[in-house]
């Protein structure tokens, strides 16, 4: 549905009104469409070691477009600081001197786009002031204004650097704020053509009819997979419309029945050469205070969204029909972190999924070098948002630094990163793409 | 010439409405529209050119002369696939099954949809014919007095319109009341009937239970099953039911609204191809149809007993097994269309009755016996419903899983239609 505020905020009147009662100014944000440059403009990128930027860093954001300038003269898209250098606290004051002149240029929809050496537990004086960089991009994200952003990269290995840079200085990433990723060792070769990062492959994403399962089935029928949509035959009729959308095939699939890693295994060996992209994406909510749920709202719920995840991907690790290199993404929420009022159950699930993508890595990084990953949506605009009371969604729609609710593609974005080859060095992590919310970011 | 197998590569089908439900505002070319897109969208045939798309539907609109290249257009399948009409009343959708494959196995072509779909709810009404007559006359005239003068033979009761019926126009008899007839003739018992219903809403609940449906429906308005299907009925509850067709008989009328389909609405359709057509496609085949035969029975001047309405796939049976050489006990799923519960029985009757057999099929011996244990195992059209054109697709796409299922097999099917015909055919894993 229309964010009618937003569109209001962003009319002359409107904007003009906002602007002098001091109610909060969302920005259309900067998306990506098909063609578009990773950036709109160019891009200061710097060190904080006091040294020119690194080559490989410059020559990788040249490769993917990207137009790179010393200083800001005029408005800038993006600010990259290098910052692995960073091991003492006065190493900080050259992050300040480096962001301080180009905040003030930095355009609409700007990235600014830490990257850090992650603590090692070795030297407490260096993990304190590498960890201090996430408390520089949390704050700075919150400051920024007009839909601008700011992510830290953790890098611990090069490989994946490309298409992390790709997917946070673009469109992409639209409603990813604050927040930090670890890029670890793996294997992340570049796709033959960036535009189309998963051809060839086959994906299959649960809970597909509708939303945000079916952004997911079209941004990675996008980007070149071949995408099998499952859901419950009751939403067979939706699914089949997102199927004929996408170019890929349905398959009415309860993920919580006792049958389905079966059901799904045979499917994969009859219809496809292996799976290379899974997507737990199927999820419900049975939302009730604890004091008054009762034990069909509780079971359901860890069922669907948790134990169906756990048993699926067990069968396919057993099994041959997960190619190597695979990716698995796992739908937790921002519930998963923070909690909500009336969804023990369902904050149940979502923090359990942080913990299976955690503790499944190795097992998936042994399988070829596959990975296991979680994404966290925030508040989304869907039909199951619209349902909600409007004076309830409007706020919740504003408690964000982006100050509005993020749209399917947004989630599907960060699944199609997660997804694609050159992701391999991400494994175990949960990304929200939340806008920073400002509950439990 | 040597000739190719037709593969049965799945089928789909949108659940069964009772008519004047789920579908009432659904017009022929909607359902049939769906179901292609379901067929599409399970399949991966979006902007697929295939060999052909044949399908009917028994009751239609006088616009819908092209309701299948309609539907084609209309769905997401390349709008270059050639499109067919068919219609031999609820022989249609089993009809264009055999069309199709015949044309794969001829080399013809390499791949097909047969489909048939059927409202009772989105009906064409007519207006009746003095009325007709007189707007053509209308139309003919050529002055103003002339038109005057064909239009002062109007009269009050020519707004009554007509509205189509179930019956037959050469004896102006229900097919209910054909059927009757039939069902008093053999001797088939209230009892027999009944059971035969509850057995069939028994299996198909049970079936959707299972999941053997999920690869074979897609939802369509709102609606996940046939609902027609009542789990819970019994033969105690069907016992309670009055007649409703042969009250002539009196006590001895035996045809209730439980053992007797009621109008529905719905559309079926099923994939075929050859087996390197669904190779290439990396398309699993459930199953290969080997055979098909039509008969057809004077039911106007035959005999009242072995001429029935619906007693055609009678005569055509024995012809198709001795043609393949098979007996009933090769096969390991027998489908026969329940249009009514009495068919179904009069004609296991008739294949049983040795008389019968000598004196109209010719055979030494009896045809033989079914058993029970492989008949519609997963429900038929007395739980499902039948929009006439439809069933033909809902029996082969179940048939062809059910044999996939069990990995080898042979299923028969058998259907009965209006104008004394019958339609049977064979399929194999």
Redesign the interface.
Same mark, same amino acid.
Do not use: K, P
């Given at each position: 549905m229309s964010d009618r505020y937003l569109n209001l905020v962003n009319s002359p009147i409107g904007s003009a009104v906002a602007s002098r009662v001091g109610l909060p100014q969302p920005a259309v944000l900067r998306r990506h469409r098909a063609g578009d440059p990773i950036l709109p403009g160019p891009a200061v990128v710097g060190s904080a070691s006091g040294k020119k930027a690194p080559a490989a860093l410059v020559k990788a954001l040249t490769a993917a477009g990207v137009e790179v300038v010393d200083s800001a003269e005029g408005s800038v898209a993006a600010l990259i600081l290098d910052a692995r250098s960073v091991a003492a606290p006065a190493d900080l004051a050259a992050v300040r001197e480096f962001l301080q002149p180009g905040l003030r240029t930095l355009a609409a929809s700007g990235r600014v786009l830490v990257l850090g050496t992650p603590a090692d537990g070795v030297d407490a004086t260096v993990d304190a002031s590498r960890q201090a960089l996430d408390g520089i991009v949390r704050s700075l994200a919150k400051e920024l204004r007009r839909g601008a952003t700011a992510n830290l990269l953790w890098v611990q290995d090069e490989a994946s650097l490309a298409s992390a840079l790709r997917f946070f200085l673009s469109g992409k990433s639209a409603y990813v704020d604050g927040q930090p990723v670890l890029l670890g060792t793996g294997t992340a070769p570049a796709p033959k053509n960036w535009d189309l990062p998963l051809a060839g492959k086959t994906a299959l994403v649960t809970g597909a009819a509708r939303g945000i399962g079916a952004a997911i089935a079209g941004t990675l029928a996008r980007d070149g997979a #071949?995408v099998i949509v499952a859901d419950l035959?009751?939403?067979?009729?939706a699914?089949? #419309?997102v199927? #004929?959308r996408t170019?890929?095939?349905?398959l009415?699939?309860?993920v919580a029945?006792d #049958?389905a890693p079966q059901?799904l295994l045979d499917h994969l060996a009859?219809?496809?050469?292996g799976l290379d992209i899974l997507v737990h994406n199927a999820g419900i909510t049975r939302d009730k205070l604890l004091a008054n749920m009762v034990p069909e709202q509780w079971d359901s719920v860890i069922a669907v969204n948790l134990a169906s995840q756990l048993t699926i991907n067990a069968a396919l690790l057993a099994s041959d029909q997960l190619s190597a290199a695979a990716r698995v993404v796992c739908l937790s929420s921002t519930t998963g972190f923070a909690g909500n009022r009336g969804q023990t159950n369902y904050g149940a699930t979502k923090a359990g999924v942080i913990g299976l993508v955690r503790a499944s890595a190795a097992a998936f990084a042994v399988h070829g070098g596959s990975t296991i990953n979680a994404v966290a949506p925030g508040f989304i605009d869907t039909e199951m948002t619209a349902k909600m009371p409007f004076a309830t969604r409007e706020v919740a729609r504003r408690l964000s630094s982006l100050n509005q609710a993020g749209l399917p593609i947004d989630v599907a974005e960060a699944v199609a990163w997660l997804s694609s080859p050159g992701a391999g060095g991400v494994n175990g992590q949960t990304l929200r793409v939340c806008g920073q919310n400002l509950v439990g970011a | 010439m040597s000739t190719r197998r037709a593969a049965i590569v799945g089928g789909n089908r949108i659940p069964f409405a009772r008519s004047n439900g789920a579908y009432a505002h659904a017009s022929n070319q909607d359902m049939l529209t769906a179901t292609l897109d379901g067929l599409v969208a399970r399949f991966g045939l979006q902007d697929e050119r295939l060999g052909e798309v044949a399908a009917g539907a028994v009751l239609k609109h006088s616009r819908d002369f092209n309701l299948t290249r309609e539907a084609v257009l209309g769905s997401t399948l390349s709008h270059d696939t050639p499109a067919y009409d068919v219609q031999q009343a609820c022989g249609t959708g089993l009809e264009t099954v055999i069309l199709t494959a015949n044309k794969i196995a001829l080399g013809q072509i390499d791949s097909a949809v047969a489909a048939g779909v059927d409202t009772t709810s989105d009906a064409p009404i007519a207006v009746g014919e003095d009325l007709r007559q007189i707007l053509l006359d209308v139309n003919r005239a050529k002055s103003v007095q002339g038109r005057l003068k064909a239009l002062a033979r109007l009269r009050p009761n020519h707004v009554v319109p007509t509205i189509p019926v179930n019956s037959e126009p050469r004896t102006g008899k229900s097919m209910g009341e054909h059927q009757a007839i039939t069902t008093h003739e053999w001797g088939i018992s209230r009892e027999a009937q009944d059971e035969l219903a509850a057995a069939s809403h028994r299996n198909l609940a049970a079936a959707y239970d299972r999941g053997f449906f999920d690869d074979l429906i897609t939802p369509y308005l709102g609606l996940a099953r046939d609902n027609n299907l009542r789990p819970d009925t019994s033969v105690a509850k069907l016992a309670k039911l009055g007649p409703a067709f042969g009250k002539a008989l009196g006590d001895e009328a035996t045809m209730t609204a439980g053992n007797s389909t009621p109008l529905t609405d719905g559309a079926s359709a099923v994939l075929l191809s050859t087996d390197e057509w669904a190779a290439e496609h990396n398309l699993p085949v459930l199953a290969h149809f080997v055979d098909g035969e039509t008969g057809a029975v004077d039911y106007v001047h035959g005999d009242v007993k072995e001429d029935g309405l619906l007693m055609a796939p009678v005569y055509a049976m024995p012809r198709l097994l001795a043609r393949n050489g098979l007996t009933f006990a090769d096969f390991d799923f027998i489908e026969i269309h329940e249009a009514f519960a009495g068919t179904v029985l009069a004609t296991l009757a008739a294949w049983e009755d040795a008389d019968f057999c000598k004196r109209r099929l010719g055979l030494d011996k009896p045809l033989g016996s079914i058993d029970r244990a492989k008949l519609n195992v997963n429900g038929s059209s007395l739980a499902a419903g039948h929009p006439f054109a439809a069933t033909g697709g809902r029996i082969v796409a179940s048939l062809a899983t059910m044999l996939n299922d069990s990995g080898s097999g042979r299923g028969l099917i058998s259907i009965c239609a209006a104008g004394g015909q019958g339609v049977v055919a064979i399929l194999e894993k």
């Open positions: #071949n035959t009751q939403a067979g009729e699914l089949a #419309n199927a #004929n170019g890929g095939t349905s009415h699939l309860d029945a #049958n059901r009859a219809h496809t050469d | -």
